[in-house]
């Protein structure tokens, strides 16, 4: 038989080891922002909770070792199960709430119902199971229950550690929901007879994690995944198209994070603009720029073409992304320098000074909050030499203006000018600065850029107006940008 505090404190590491792999599972589909974590977690509480009072129950019905080990090795199964289910109903999740635009709030809570919400249940119904089978005098009951209990969540932040730091960067997500399967599944067969039979469901968890990992979204519409790997922030992949070009794909796969096309540099998106914009208000090229999300480097090996006198300094927190543009992307603009850090906190220690500050760190469709307050603004123009220019890509559904009012509203509480360059329908770049800016000094200073920049300089002063009016300020204490944006996927599936 298996030692009760052994099998609590197992189970306690399955518990949120699970959560944390959740979330994982879920990225590539709905991506990682603050809601997806608030419906993991709120659906992990509730199975726990839920799992308490039954696990109560069921001991008072049953309190046997050998059901209470049934239980734990069926929690087990289930959990093992997982990982396997996730693609296709995640799959079934995404196509039919698309159909709706109902965003990463509704998506990931079904999505996390589907998955974890029963293997959860019955492993918070091991505790108190264990708690009746432990107590055999009345006056030790509660030193017996905190015992346990305390050995549970010691095994929580076991598993929560093991999990985030160990396992998922280490084996990828599935191997992480089997590897804790596993070990619930061993402890669990000791109290069972006969031991061989039950053996067989650790063995056949054991067999799964030997299995190779295939591709994990395959669904690459009309090209092939090259590459793709769960970094430690995120899943990501690397798509070719038949023509040569190549596409980073992150979490969700609906958004292109770097381009990468042969023979040029230019990629008729966003990434062109960053480039031609600063000349809205500067007269000569720009001696430092800083990229706030380099991903994979499609904008620095732009830099590399035009202006290579031009110092880059990447910003990227997650440097998988940096190994994936020097092997995919061409990145290797030797005036580039990379800093593996997250975008607000390396401005406030950097003591460098910016011609132009370039803010392209979202996870689609969400832009982080803090990258979109009056702090963080304030941050940037302490940071750009007299006259410097911030741009901002701010994604959008199609003729959905909330966040880029928001961004705009909350720009100009910083910067005196500020214009907008509608250069996709879900996408605009925001320029401001201290600096006059205007469309006419970009087509003037349009003559003096590299012969292959010129066209792109005359389109954006052509798509280039007045701001957006309207929006509120957010500020660090007030910036619901998960919910804005929500909502405006709603209004647009609405026809709002």
């Known amino acids: 038989m298996p030692p009760l505090p052994l099998l609590v404190f197992v189970v306690g590491t ?24 608030a419906n993991t977690i709120g659906v992990v509480l509730v199975a726990l909770s839920v799992g308490y009072w039954l696990g109560g129950r069921w001991a008072d019905r049953r309190p046997e070792m050998r059901s209470l080990c049934l239980l734990a090795l069926t929690a087990a199964a289930l959990l093992a199960v997982v990982p396997f289910l996730a693609d296709p109903l995640l799959h079934v999740a995404v196509d039919a709430l698309d159909s709706i635009s109902a965003g990463a709030f509704l998506g990931s809570l079904v999505g996390v119902l589907g998955l974890v919400a029963i293997p959860v249940l019955l492993l918070g119904a091991v505790s108190p199971y264990a708690v009746r089978l432990a107590v055999t005098e009345v006056e030790h009951a509660g030193e017996v229950a905190g015992r346990l209990y305390a050995l549970s969540t010691a095994g929580s932040l076991v598993g929560t550690l093991l999990s985030a730091l160990i396992f998922i960067p280490l084996v990828g997500t599935r191997r992480t929901f089997l590897i804790f399967a596993l070990a619930i599944a061993i402890v669990a ?24 990992v295939g591709t994990l979204k395959a669904d690459a519409e009309g090209g092939r995944v090259i590459y793709e790997t769960d970094t430690e922030y995120q899943y990501a992949r690397v798509v070719e198209r038949t023509d040569g070009s190549r596409a980073l794909e992150l979490n969700e796969g609906q958004a292109q994070h770097s381009i990468y096309e042969p023979g040029t540099v230019l990629t008729g998106d966003v990434w062109d603009g960053h480039l031609v914009l600063p000349f809205t208000a500067l007269d000569r090229p720009p001696r430092r720029v800083a990229i706030l999300g380099n ?15 031009t110092r880059v300094d990447g910003v990227e927190i997650d440097s998988e992304l940096s190994e994936i543009g020097r092997r995919f992307f ?12 997250d975008a607000r906190p390396y401005l406030r220690r950097s003591d460098a000074r910016y011609d132009v500050i370039s803010v392209d760190a979202y996870r689609q469709p969400y832009i982080p909050f803090y990258l979109a307050t009056k702090e963080f603004f304030e941050l940037v123009r302490d940071r750009l ?18 966040l880029e009012e928001v961004l705009t509203a909350t720009m100009r509480e910083v910067f ?23 469309a006419l000094a970009l087509r003037r200073r349009a003559r003096g850029l590299p012969a292959g920049l010129q066209p792109t300089a005359l389109e954006a002063a052509d798509r280039i107006g007045a701001p ?23 209004d647009y599936a609405a026809g709002d």
Do not use: C
Request: net charge negative.
């Open 295 to 309: 991903a994979a480097g499609t904008t620095a090996r732009a830099y590399e073409e035009f202006f290579p006198a």
């Open 416 to 438: 005196p000018h500020v214009l907008r360059d509608p250069i996709e329908d879900t996408n605009t770049l925001i320029v401001a600065s201290e600096r006059p800016l205007s």
């Open 385 to 402: 030499v007299p006259g410097g220019v911030v741009i901002v890509n701010a994604g959008h559904p199609e003729d959905q203006d909330d």
């Open 468 to 490: 957006l009016e309207g929006g509120r300020v957010y500020t660090d204490d007030k910036a619901p940008v998960e919910w804005l944006i929500d909502k405006s996927i709603v």
């Open 189 to 212: 067969v000791l109290g069972l007879r006969p031991v061989r039979r039950y053996a067989l469901a650790p063995a056949a968890i054991a067999a799964l994690i030997a299995l190779p």
């Open 330 to 341: 061409d990145m290797d603009n030797p005036r580039l320098h990379l800093y593996h850090e």
């Open 14 to 37: 399955g518990s949120l080891g699970a959560e944390i792999a959740a979330v994982r599972l879920l990225a590539p589909y709905f991506g990682a922002s603050t809601i997806v974590w």
